[in-house]
C-alpha cells in the first residue's frame, strides 16, 4: 500500500477489453454470496477471476491462505485461477504491477471455491473489512485469527458497500452487484463500464471516487473509515447550476432524497428527488414561488418537507408527506394560517422515527418589523396537522425558529427574540431563547422557554446565525454568533442541553481573536460529544474554525479544519455519524476568485483530515451560492447536496 496509497496516486481506468485487456471472461467455478461464511478450517479447490483496474493487469496475481501457505501465477491480462488441493480457507490475494509511478497492488478475498475479482472495489472492500489503512500486514503474517476476523466481516461489508456504492452502481445496471464474486466481460457494460469511467484517486489519508469524464466527484472517504463515506453519485455541477435553497436527508438504510427550489420559466418551483441514480425529480410546489425547503425522513423510510411560498403578496408555510408503503406523495398542506395578513417564512423541520413532525416558523402580523414564532404538529397515526400554534411570547419581537427531535420524539425549539415587539424598528438587545419540544404532547403544553445567551444582563449583541442538535439522548448542542461586548469581536457561543438537568451556562468556542465569527454549525453523537465548525475571519483571509466538546468533560481548545492559506472558507456544514466521526462541507474562496466545494473528514481517534476538493464551481458570484448541505445516518452514510443559485426569498424579505 506504500506506493498504491501514496500522494495523488491515480488508477485511470479504461476499459478491459482495451490496451492489453484478454478477450475471454473469467472462469466461473462458482458463486461466493455476500452472505457466505466458511470455516477456517476448510480446504478450498479452485478460485478463478480477473484483475483488473479498467484494463486486465499485466502483472503477477499472489494468494496467500490462513496457514500462511503462498502461491502466484503471471498474467497479461488479468485472467487468473488457482488451484487450492491443500490449502485453508479462506484466502487474500494480492494483483502487482508495475507503472510509471512505480509498484502497484490491490487486494481481494475468498472465502469458497468460486469466482474472485481484483479491482479496485475489491481493494475497498478488503480495506473497510479489516478495518486497516493498507491490508499489506494481513498479507505479510497472514494468520488463522485475522483472516476469521475478516471472513466474518466482509459480508456486512459488502452489503454495506453495495448500499454506499447503489446509485453510482446502479447507473451502470450493476445496483446489488457483488465486486468480489460476481464474473464481467470485458465489453464496456456493467461493472465494466463502470471501472471504465470511474477514476479512484488516493490523496493522502482519504480516497476520492470521481467521473472521469466530467472530473465530478463520487464518493470521498477517510482510508480508515471507508464506509463514513460521502456520497453525491446523482449530483453534480449540471444539478447545482439550476439549483438553490438545497436540502437532503437520509435514512437508515442508506436512502437519500434532495430538496431545492430552481427557476422553470418565469416561476421558482421547488423539486425532490430520490438520490438513486434513477429520478429525474418531481415538482413539489403549487403555483407561487417556493423557496427555502427543509427535508426528513423516519425510520420506515417516510418523508417530508415544507417549505415557504409566496402568492398574493404573502408568503405561507406548506408541506407535503411521502409514505414509503403506498410510494407516492401526498397531497400539499397549508400549515401557517390561510387568514394571516403577513408573510410567513423560513420554516424548519424535525421527525421522530415514527414520523411524527414538527414544524416551527416566524410570521409577521402587519405590525412594522413585528415577527412571533409559529409551530405545527403532524400525527403520523391520524395522518393529520394542528392548527398553526404561537411558541413565543407574542409580544417581544421573535425570528430564526429552528427545531430538532430525536427518535424517540424528544427535542427542543430555539429562536433568537428582541427585548422590544418590532413594531416600529428593530431594537436591541437580542436574547436566544429555547424551550423544549415534544411530539409525545400537544403543541402549547410543553415546558417554558427561558433565556440561554444569559449571563452578561443580555447587553451583548447577538447576531444570531443559530444552530441546533439533538442526540439519541436528548442531549442538545445550541451554538449562535453574539457580540460579547460592543467593542469586541463576534464570537461562536455554546449552550449544552443535557436531559433531566437543563441547560448549562453558555461559553465561547472559538479561539481569541481581534476578528469575528460567523456561520456557525454543530453536530452531535450518541454519546453526547459534539462537533462545532465556522468561518473565522483574520486580518487576511477566512479559516474554518472548528472545537469538540466531550461529554463529561467539556470544550476543547479551538483550532480549524482549514487554513484560510487555501482560500477563504464560508458556509460550513457538518454532520457526524453515532460515534462522532463527522464530516464537514463548505465553500472556498481562492485569490483567484474561484470557487470550491470542499471536504474533510473527522474521527475522534485522528482529528481533521487533509481538506479535498469536491467540485470545482467556477469563478465569481462568490456570495450568491446555496449553503452547501451534509446529512449523515448513525452508521456513516453520508450525502451531500449544494447549489449554485442565490435564494429567491432574499426578494420577499
Known amino acids: 500500500m506504500r506506493c498504491f496509497v501514496s500522494l495523488l496516486v491515480l488508477l485511470t481506468l479504461s476499459a478491459c477489453g482495451g490496451g492489453g485487456g ?47 501457505q503462498t502461491r502466484y501465477v503471471d498474467t497479461t491480462d488479468g485472467h487468473f485461477s488457482f488451484k487450492l488441493t491443500g490449502m485453508q480457507s479462506p484466502v487474500l490475494l494480492k494483483a502487482q504491477w508495475t507503472n ?3 509498484s502497484q497492488h490491490l487486494y481481494s478475498f475468498a472465502s469458497a471455491d468460486g469466482v474472485v475479482n481484483i479491482t479496485p472495489l475489491t481493494h475497498l472492500a478488503v480495506l473497510a473489512a479489516s478495518g486497516a489503512t493498507s491490508p499489506d500486514s494481513l498479507y505479510s503474517a497472514p494468520s488463522a485469527s485475522s ?65 472521469k469524464a466530467t472530473g465530478a466527484t463520487l464518493l470521498s472517504a477517510p482510508l480508515s473509515n471507508l464506509l463514513a463515506a460521502v456520497s453525491a453519485a446523482t449530483w453534480g455541477i449540471a444539478d447545482a447550476v439550476r439549483a438553490a435553497d438545497v436540502g437532503v436527508a ?33 415538482v413539489l410546489s403549487g403555483t407561487g414561488d417556493a423557496a427555502e425547503p427543509r427535508v426528513a425522513m423516519d425510520a420506515a423510510g417516510d418523508a417530508l418537507v415544507v417549505w415557504a411560498e409566496y402568492s398574493a403578496k404573502r408568503s405561507a408555510i406548506w408541506a407535503r408527506r411521502y409514505s414509503a408503503s403506498a410510494l407516492q406523495w401526498g397531497a400539499p398542506r397549508l400549515l401557517s394560517s390561510s387568514s394571516a395578513v403577513a408573510s410567513a417564512h423560513l420554516p424548519d423541520l424535525a421527525l421522530d422515527a415514527a414520523g411524527n413532525a414538527l414544524v416551527a416558523w416566524y410570521q409577521g402580523d402587519g405590525r412594522g418589523y413585528h415577527s412571533d ?63 423544549p419540544a415534544s411530539t409525545a404532547v400537544a403543541l402549547g403544553t410543553w415546558g417554558k422557554g427561558s433565556i440561554v445567551s444569559g449571563g452578561l444582563d443580555h447587553t451583548a449583541y447577538v447576531y444570531g446565525q443559530l444552530a441546533l442538535a439533538v442526540n439519541v439522548a436528548g442531549d442538545a448542542a445550541l451554538l449562535w ?173
Not at 459480508?155 to 448500499?163: A, F, M
Not at 409580544?395 to 430555539?414: C, D, I
Open 250 to 282: 437520509i435514512n437508515a438504510q442508506g436512502q437519500g432524497l434532495a430538496v431545492w427550489s430552481e427557476m422553470a420559466a418565469t416561476q421558482q418551483v421547488l423539486k425532490a428527488r430520490w438520490m438513486n441514480g434513477l429520478d429525474l425529480g418531481l
Open 373 to 435: 414564532g409559529w409551530a405545527a404538529q403532524y400525527a403520523v397515526d391520524q395522518d393529520s396537522w394542528s392548527a398553526p400554534t404561537l411558541v413565543t411570547d407574542g409580544f417581544n419581537n421573535a425570528t430564526g425558529l429552528r427545531v430538532v427531535l430525536n427518535a424517540a420524539g424528544q427535542g427542543l425549539m430555539a429562536w433568537q427574540q428582541e427585548r422590544g415587539d418590532g413594531g416600529a424598528t428593530e431594537s436591541q438587545p437580542v436574547d436566544v431563547w429555547a424551550r
Open 100 to 102: 510509471a509511478s512505480g
Open 481 to 653: 454568533s453574539q457580540r460579547l461586548l460592543p467593542s469586541l469581536p463576534m464570537k461562536v457561543q455554546a449552550a449544552l442541553f443535557k436531559a433531566g438537568s437543563g441547560w448549562q451556562a453558555a461559553t465561547s468556542v472559538t479561539l481569541d481573536s481581534t476578528e469575528d465569527c460567523h456561520e456557525p454549525a454543530v453536530a452531535l453523537d450518541d454519546a453526547g460529544n459534539a462537533i462545532a465548525v465556522w468561518q473565522q475571519q483574520t486580518d487576511y483571509g477566512a479559516y474554518g474554525g472548528s472545537n469538540r466538546y466531550t461529554a463529561g468533560v467539556g470544550w476543547g481548545t479551538a483550532g480549524h479544519f482549514v487554513d484560510s492559506k487555501l482560500g477563504d472558507a464560508f458556509m460550513p456544514s457538518v454532520a457526524t455519524d453515532a460515534l462522532g466521526n463527522a464530516t464537514v462541507v463548505w465553500y472556498r474562496w481562492s485569490p483567484t476568485n474561484a470557487i470550491d466545494l470542499m471536504i474533510s473528514h473527522y474521527q475522534p481517534s485522528s482529528g481533521w483530515a487533509d481538506a479535498q476538493v469536491f467540485a470545482a464551481m467556477g469563478s465569481k458570484a462568490a456570495m450568491t451560492q446555496s449553503q452547501p448541505r451534509v446529512a449523515a445516518n448513525a452508521v456513516g452514510q453520508t450525502l451531500l447536496l449544494w447549489g449554485m443559485q442565490p435564494s429567491a426569498v432574499a426578494s420577499w424579505l
Open 22 to 68: 484478454g478477450t475471454g471472461s473469467a472462469s466461473i467455478i462458482g458463486s461466493v454470496g455476500a452472505a457466505s461464511t466458511v470455516s477456517a478450517a476448510s480446504t478450498m479447490s479452485t478460485v478463478s477471476g480477473v484483475a483488473a483496474i479498467g484494463a486486465g493487469i499485466s502483472g503477477r496475481i499472489f494468494l496467500v491462505d490462513s496457514s500462511g
Open 147 to 211: 483472516f476469521a476476523v475478516l471472513q466474518g466481516a466482509m459480508p456486512v461489508t459488502i452489503s454495506r458497500l453495495q448500499s454506499l456504492l447503489q446509485p453510482l452502481m446502479a447507473r451502470y445496471g450493476v445496483a446489488n452487484t457483488n465486486p468480489i464474486s460476481s464474473s464481467f466481460l470485458p465489453d464496456s457494460t456493467g461493472m465494466d463500464a463502470l471501472l471504465d469511467q470511474v477514476l479512484f484517486s488516493y490523496v493522502g489519508n482519504s480516497v476520492l471516487l470521481s467521473d
